[in-house]
Nanobody, 118 residues
Framework: QVALRESGGGLVQAGGSLRLTCATS???????????INWYRQAPGKQRELVVR???????DYADSVKDRFTISRDNAKKRVYLQMNSLKPEDAGVYYC?????????WGPGTQVTVSS
């Protein structure tokens, strides 16, 4: 079964760091390494927003609100994607989702909660 699953969320103080992991299953390496990967987030009462999009070539586009603080990386051998989040702010809180298009399907993980205390 093809699936994505996020982990690594939690409670952190403002200024702290977290690293989120998006683990994939059921996706062969050539498909994973050739696909684009996104991180989205959704705060309570707000629309889901794109945090970063990375294409298969490693080029990433970040939302202005997270530039220079967040970094996406990919481990093709493990078929995982990471989101390193530094200098976290209360406004970064929300549920974080990874998504990607594999096998002509848009796949989403269930999300992981990030809470930032001020």
């Amino acid at each position: 079964q093809v699936a994505l699953r996020e982990s690594g969320g939690g409670l952190v103080q403002a200024g702290g760091s977290l690293r989120l992991t998006c683990a994939t299953s059921g996706i062969i390496l050539s498909v994973f390494s050739g696909g684009d990967i996104n991180w989205y987030r959704q705060a309570p009462g707000k629309q889901r927003e794109l945090v970063v999009r990375e294409n298969y070539g490693g080029s990433a586009d970040y939302a202005d609100s997270v530039k220079d603080r967040f970094t996406i990386s990919r481990d093709n051998a493990k078929k995982r994607v990471y989101l390193q989040m530094n200098s976290l702010k209360p406004e970064d809180a929300g549920v974080y989702y990874c998504s990607g298009r594999f096998y002509n399907r848009d796949l989403w993980g269930p999300g992981t909660q990030v809470t930032v205390s001020s």
